[in-house]
């Protein structure tokens, strides 16, 4: 079975600096997607950035990017410039690219990390 | 893009009821929707798989016969807490997967708002 694990349960940084949020996952499968999603006091879930296993390069989203170390099993997530907007819970998350009874397309999410940004 | 309802977002119920939670998609067939639980400052636990017009996947350790699901519809899901207690106090959301067989493209899963649980 896979898993997500987030190591850092808090972090915090300064107002237009820059944060990486860590994570590491398992899994024997060699095709998959890798997420990071934001969920701010709302608790609305919002997808911040997607990576395909198969693909090397790393995703990037304006000031969002990601490090995917993929023999290493990492996939951190870098916010650059972070903004008072940044400040949330973010979730790294795994679903498998093959579908059938055991694979629904479901999400496999990390612990989180609370990210504090302060001004 | 697509967009995920859930309803209602906030709800009461005395101990002893049941309580219905509703997942929409509103501008996609979903064949496939799955319903997570979330504690406070905690991540969110898959609770079940549900499939259009067939039984839901409960994930281990989650009770059937206490959270009902049932996907009649392309486009609806329901989450029933029967006989709630306290304990059941929660977050719970929804997310509705867009499009049938291999994720090809990967973000194919769509949140809802999420229904907040208080039972009194």
């Known amino acids: 079975a896979q898993t997500v694990t987030q190591s850092q349960p808090e972090m915090s940084v300064q107002e237009a600096e820059t944060v990486t949020l860590s994570c590491t996952y398992d899994?024997?499968?060699?095709?998959?997607?890798l997420f990071w999603y934001k969920q701010p006091p709302s608790r609305q879930m919002i997808l911040v950035i997607r990576q395909e296993a198969y693909k090397q390069q790393n995703a990037t989203e304006n000031r969002f990017s990601v490090n995917f170390q993929k023999a290493a099993k990492s996939f951190s997530l870098k916010i650059s410039d972070s903004q008072l907007g940044d400040a949330a819970m973010y979730f790294c998350a795994y679903r498998s690219a093959t579908y059938g009874s055991s694979n629904t397309g479901k999400l496999i999410f990390g612990q989180g990390t609370t990210l504090q940004v302060k001004p | 893009g697509a967009v995920v309802s859930q309803h209602p977002s906030r709800v009461i119920c005395k101990s002893g009821t049941s309580v219905k939670i509703e997942c929409r998609s509103l501008?996609?067939?979903?064949?496939?929707m799955f319903w997570y639980r979330q504690f406070p400052k905690q991540s969110l636990m898959l609770m079940a798989t549900s499939n259009e017009g067939s039984k839901a996947t409960y994930e281990q350790g989650v009770e059937k016969d206490k959270f009902l699901i049932n996907h009649a519809s392309l486009t609806l899901s329901t989450l029933t807490v029967t006989s709630a207690h306290p304990e059941d106090s929660s977050f719970y959301i929804c997310?509705?997967?867009?499009?049938?067989?291999?994720?090809?493209?990967?973000?194919?899963?769509?949140f809802g708002e999420g229904s907040w649980l208080t039972v009194v």
């Open positions: 899994t024997s499968e060699s095709d998959y997607y």
């Open positions: 501008d996609f067939q979903a064949t496939t």
């Open positions: 997310s509705a997967r867009k499009g049938r067989g291999p994720p090809v493209g990967g973000n194919t899963i769509y």
